[in-house]
């Protein structure tokens, strides 16, 4: 079966993002510290993002009108505006984060781009993307991109129909198992899972076992090699 589509994830696939959400999540919990402890608001924050994820969807406005929601729960709704002043600033430092690929991503979207479609998918508020995508260099190597709410099998059935020649001869390769390649393989695709040194508690999810059309690599670097093994 040839390959002719290859979907990338963008988020801790391209450039680093989970290390920054870490970084505000240790703020947070000094803003409030007085209120409990780092596992306390962990868990209430972890649990409120949760259920706020099919509202606001994914991103750094979302996450940080959950911080805004956990910092209110946590102080019985009565937050010093101090905090919430320094979550919104948090969350606007995030935004105005700059971007820059992780090692070998250039090289391996170069060497990628010269045998096949490259087609970006990610989840995540829209202006914030683009932006990310703008930065990063990379936006003139990519055929389309599809930025979506959720990814699911249908999700995948649809990129690849739009973009290229179908699931059956498109790869996907990201870092979160859960949105990158389960559904990925669902939809009939290969995927190729490249792990990044942290992963959104909210993206765990098991690899698939006895799967042909799953890999699992050291790096992105490896990725132009095992995509045309499989073409």
């Known amino acids: ?105 250039d090289e391996a979207l170069a060497e990628l781009s010269e045998r096949y479609r490259l087609v970006l998918i ?20 990519f055929a389309g991109v599809e930025i979506v709410s959720e990814k699911t099998a249908d999700t995948y059935r649809t990129v690849f129909n739009r973009h290229g020649t179908g699931p059956e001869e498109a790869v996907m390769a990201g870092n979160s198992m859960k949105s990158d390649v389960l559904p990925a393989i669902a939809a009939g695709a290969w995927a190729a899972h490249i792990p990044y040194v942290i992963t959104w508690a909210h993206e765990l999810a098991d690899a698939p076992k006895n799967e042909p059309r799953f890999a699992a690599l050291g790096s992105i670097s490896e990725l132009p090699d095992w995509v045309d093994g499989v073409a």
Do not use: C
Request: charge should be negative; proline fraction near 6%.
């Open 122 to 141: 990610t989840k995540g508020d829209l202006l914030d993307q683009e932006r990310k995508l703008a930065a990063s260099g990379l936006g003139d190597l």
């Open 1 to 105: 079966m040839p390959i002719t589509t290859v979907g990338l994830d963008a988020d801790d696939t391209l450039w680093h993002n989970e290390t920054l959400f870490r970084l505000t999540h240790d703020r947070f919990a000094e803003m409030l510290a007085e209120h409990g402890d780092r596992d306390t608001i962990e868990a209430r924050l972890h649990e409120t993002e949760g259920r706020n994820l099919r509202l606001y969807g994914y991103g750094i406005k979302g996450f940080t009108l959950s911080m805004i929601e956990t910092a209110m729960e946590l102080t019985g709704g009565e937050p010093p505006p101090r905090v919430i002043s320094e979550i919104l600033a948090a969350g606007r430092e995030m935004l105005g984060h700059p971007v820059e690929p992780l090692p070998g991503v």
